[in-house]
């Protein structure tokens, strides 16, 4: 296999074990459970496998910036794979193991392979890693070391990395110019808000690190506004949420808000009133704002992992790589997608998921959809859907978003989403039962417009008395909602609108405990939900789930564009 090109270590160190490998990317934040070290996302080929201790080798990781945060824990716990082997770009586990390196002393070796060699490997039953080397099965492939570049960086820079600033903010310039260089960046660039993921409490890892940061001194320097949290932060304990997690989870919350953070905890900050401008250099996490502000809003993001979020937040830099550039922004796959007739709100998030598992691995430019005029709502929750099954941070629709125009680049290959594709996915997100005892809506978190369609399509009916219906929205949503007199619509239907967390992040009691299958609108908690909540889930349109409140049945047809 001398042929073979050498492996690239990214994160040095050594390892042995069983290779684990798949042709699939996986999400940690909701694929993996860090209590167990076990692949959770049902719709995953390695669905019930431990990676614990194993060289995992797959081509990238997808979906939620806060798989670093459980990539963390797993090592902080001894649950972690033995070493994560990619052959694409890879930044959301690789934050996560640098993480762990350089502020725990835990380091987790992290390589890349050209396809010839990650293909070898993933034939192997067993390997080992040392510094220079992969030996598996009669395989043996040289080991590079880990690129090294020279950043240009800034006076400012070298003051911030030299400890003139603080412990903090030289930690994070560190973790910084580390991942920059991993990147391929040449310099850092100056963001004007972050977007901060890392406040979810997806694993004690998450409060560990916010708290260490904490007793340096951490101080933001540019705007941040805060994702969901876990818990409703000023009525967890009323809500019967149990003190080892609500008091971790709201904790974790506080910490961010004492390092300047603003206490926004929405998954849609495009939705409030600091929304960036198109061209505005931002630094994101939570994929599918990252997708949504990249896509829609035509601003510019990388797709940050948790903890490098605020290690910008503190610095006000971030490498300039990925899609800061104009040539990353460039579409490497035509998707053409199949029109039914009168498509309705469903539509959207299915074709979002459909094109992240056409283009898993880059950014696509659908077209055929401009005709269909898809709204603002529409365009939020294909994102959001996109992002579960790719790992690209932006897609482009012709006709449609503002850098669709000459999007394709010159070597795009091409390939085409049809109406028996749409079929398919929707049967795949519908192995539940007819009957359902929850119905979710805000996934992302509900847009005013949502509350009010919602509130419309219920027109004063209650809702079932088996069947909860719980929307999940921001404060400023909410608030919005209740000046208006939407919110008291919703409540008087028996709608239940909670703040804070969101259903990526929501746990018993506030999820209905008695639950055994359930109904969302959103093609995101469709993906991740049966893994999440270990429940079965239905996915449809609003109508669907109007009818599902109403009647604790979810209708047991296919909508009219796919018939």
Known sequence: ??????????????????????????????????????????????????????????????????????????????????????????????????????????????????????????????????????????????????????????????????????????????????????????????????????????????????????????????????????????????????????????????????????????????????????????????????????TVLGARTAKHPDFLDLCIALTGRAPLSGVYLDIHRKARRIIDVELPEAVDDAFWPLIGYLAGRVAPDRIPLLRGLATAKPSRDDLKALCAAFGTTSAAPMLHIEGVTLEADGAAAEDADQSAISRADMIAAWRHLNDGPEEVELVAIGSPHASLSECRVLADALADRKRHADVAVIVTAGHQVISEARDEGTLARLEASGVQVLPDLCWCSISEPVFPTRTRALMTNSGKYAHYGPGLSGRAVRFGNLADCVEAALTGRVPPRRPEWLS
Request: proline fraction near 6%.
């Open 1 to 294: 296999m001398s042929d073979l090109a050498a492996a690239r270590s990214i994160l040095g160190g050594s390892a042995d074990g069983p290779v684990i490998a798949t042709g699939e990317a996986l999400s940690f934040w909701g694929g993996v459970d860090p209590a167990t070290g076990s692949v959770i996302d049902v719709h995953h080929p390695l669905h019930g496998t431990c990676l614990t201790g194993g060289i995992l080798v797959m081509p990238s990781s997808r979906g939620s910036c806060t798989g670093s945060g459980v990539l963390l824990d797993l090592v902080l716990t001894g649950r972690a794979p033995a070493a994560l082997v990619f052959s694409e770009a890879e930044d959301v586990l690789t934050l996560g193991a640098l993480i762990a390196s350089e502020m725990f002393g835990k380091p987790l070796p992290v390589l890349r392979l050209a396809p010839e060699a990650f293909a070898a490997l993933s034939r192997a039953n067993t390997a080992r890693i040392t510094a220079t080397a992969i030996e598996a099965d009669g395989l043996s492939l040289p080991v590079a070391p880990p690129a090294i570049a020279a950043l240009d960086l800034t006076k400012a820079d070298h003051a911030m990395l030299d400890g003139r600033d603080g412990i903090a903010v030289q930690q994070a310039m560190r973790i910084i110019c580390a991942m920059a260089v991993q990147q391929g960046a040449k310099s850092l660039v100056d963001v004007t808000q972050v977007h901060i993921d890392g406040c979810i409490y997806a694993s004690p890892a998450n409060l560990t690190f916010a708290e260490k940061m904490v007793e340096m001194g951490a101080k933001i320097r540019v705007p941040a506004t805060m994702n969901a949290i876990s818990v409703d932060r000023s009525n967890w304990q009323a809500q019967g949420v149990p003190f080892p997690f609500g008091d971790p989870a709201a904790r974790l919350a506080d910490a961010y808000v004492r390092m300047g953070c603003r206490p926004t905890f929405t998954c849609s900050p495009y939705l409030l009133d600091t929304a960036p401008q198109a061209g505005e250099t931002i630094a994101w996490a939570e994929s599918n704002a990252v997708i949504f502000a990249n």
